[in-house]
């Protein structure tokens, strides 16, 4: 099997990375609701997807580079 069939598209790591961070932004959304804080159930969900974007991006690229 050649390693085209692998469907290693940055789309689909970016979008693991964002499915994964807006998780983990929730999970910091619900702390800051138990701590009564709305700047951080608000900015929770926006750093997730931000840093789940960036981690995607950075895999892919680590990913890559090994390969070439």
Request: cysteine-free; aromatic content about 14%; overall charge positive.
């Amino acid at each position: 099997m050649s390693q085209d069939t692998n469907n290693k598209k940055l789309g689909n790591y970016v979008a693991y990375g964002i499915t994964f961070g807006i998780f983990a932004g929730s999970l910091i959304s619900l702390i800051g609701f138990m701590f009564d804080s709305t700047f951080i159930q608000i900015v929770g969900p926006a750093f997730g997807i931000s840093f789940g974007t960036i981690a995607g991006a950075l895999i892919y690229s680590i990913k890559n580079n090994k390969q070439s």
